[in-house]
């Protein structure tokens, strides 16, 4: 028979059939399934990924993409600092002391870290420091503090702020703890509550004199780096065996794991419903040939192939799987388009790194679903194609 009569009759048996209305119903539940799964996948992924960077983003500047600090018995001082800078131009240092403190106003009381920096420096490695501080000058014991201790605390800029710190100091007969007055001079923002409570920044000499420490030691060397991952293994190879340094990741290994194994779990759930669809493919084929055996046993005794019955429901099958496909990723890349441009959800800033949807679609992810979404179809579309080619010619012929 002629190759024509493949395309011809996947047309005819995709058209409605009033005697037979529940196989395109079938069809049609299908179509739909594949389309739903396709874009939930898409913009559920997009926001897995989204989510994903904006955390990475706000925990680089946070973290710091590397960090120097001494081993037990190392120390970081200038000569460390002037040779790393002198051997890599390229990068950006900011030497920094930290000690734990109490932040208390009124009868409010949070607990914390204060950091010793240059802040010309510090510019250089935090841009949220660097924001902060366009318009400001910091003295001794003035302080930077984050957004959400503002808030908490209902200070402003020019109020006056005690902090306790955890050094103490002999008083008479007993120790007390040292407490300061800082004015604050700026507010952070670094979009994560829960590093503007914790952080706050004054000057090296500020921290130096609380805690009385000498001029040219450090507690460790904050480090930019726009290629972390290769600028470690580098500054690894010229640094004394007395001090260590770590790269954002590896204080947050956890977490990032958790985000992936979350990322795989969500994809696999959806994509199950890709394949509940596909079940409908499977019904409605299934009942497409059951209802034609006559018209597959009449086409093969005029000479049609086995070979040619098969790639009909092949075709038939992963014609309505690729239009729901297609349809998906219409309505994917839609919905995607939509919630990126309009501020439809808005989401609480105490609690996610950014108030607005965060959407990153990749381009692994994308063909992942596709083609997971047509591996499924193409799976669905054999076993009735094998049924079909199998139909017994003379058994049906003599019964009907």
Not at 103 to 119: H, Q, T
Not at 210 to 236: E, Q, R, T, V, W
Not at 361 to 385: R, W
Request: hydrophobic residues 50%.
């Amino acid at each position: 028979m002629s190759e024509n009569i493949v395309p011809y009759l996947v047309k005819r048996f995709l058209r409605f059939d009033k005697d037979q209305p529940f196989i395109f119903l079938s069809a049609v539940l299908a179509f739909l399934g594949i389309s739903l799964g396709v874009t939930v996948l898409l913009i559920a992924m997009a926001l897995m990924n989204g989510f994903d960077n904006e955390f990475k983003k706000k925990l680089t500047i946070m973290n710091y993409p590397l960090t120097i600090v001494p081993k037990f018995f190392g120390s970081v001082n200038d000569g460390l600092l002037i040779d790393l800078e002198s051997k890599f131009p390229d990068l950006s240092f900011s030497p920094y002391l930290q000690t734990a403190i109490m932040a208390r106003s009124g009868s409010k009381l949070e607990g914390g870290y204060m950091f010793g920096v240059d802040f010309e420096s510090e510019a250089k490695v935090n841009s949220v420091v660097q924001k902060a501080i366009e318009k400001s000058k910091f003295k001794k014991f003035d302080v930077l503090i984050g957004k959400s201790l503002k808030e908490e605390f209902h200070i402003y800029t020019d109020d006056r702020l005690m902090y306790i710190f955890t050094h103490v100091e002999p008083g008479g007969l007993s120790i007390t703890p040292k407490i300061k007055r800082f004015k604050v001079k700026g507010i952070f923002d670094s979009g994560l509550s829960a590093y503007d409570k914790a952080y706050s920044y004054v000057t090296l000499s500020s921290l130096r004199a609380m805690l009385h420490l000498p001029s040219n030691m450090y507690d460790g060397i904050h480090i930019y780096s726009k290629d972390p991952h290769a600028d470690i293994l580098k500054i690894k190879e010229v640094l004394p065996s007395s001090v260590a340094i770590k790269g954002w990741w590896e204080d947050n290994l956890n977490f990032f794991a958790a985000l992936e194994l979350e990322k795989v779990s969500l994809f696999i759930v959806l994509m199950l419903i890709i394949l509940i669809a596909a079940i409908n493919i499977i019904s409605s084929l299934l009942m497409n040939v059951m209802n034609r055996r006559s018209e597959i046993a009449l086409l093969m005794s005029l000479g049609a192939t086995s070979k040619e019955v098969k790639k009909v429901f092949l075709y038939l099958g992963i014609v309505i799987g690729v239009s729901g496909i297609l349809a998906g990723v219409v309505l994917g890349m839609s919905g995607l388009w939509i919630l990126s441009t309009f501020d439809i959800v808005h989401l609480p800033k105490d609690v996610y790194p950014t108030t607005t949807l965060p959407l990153d679609l990749s381009v692994k992810d994308f063909f992942l679903i596709v083609g997971g979404a047509f591996i499924i179809v193409v799976a669905s579309a054999y076993y009735p194609a094998k049924k079909a080619s199998e139909v017994d010619i003379l058994t049906v012929l003599r019964n009907e």
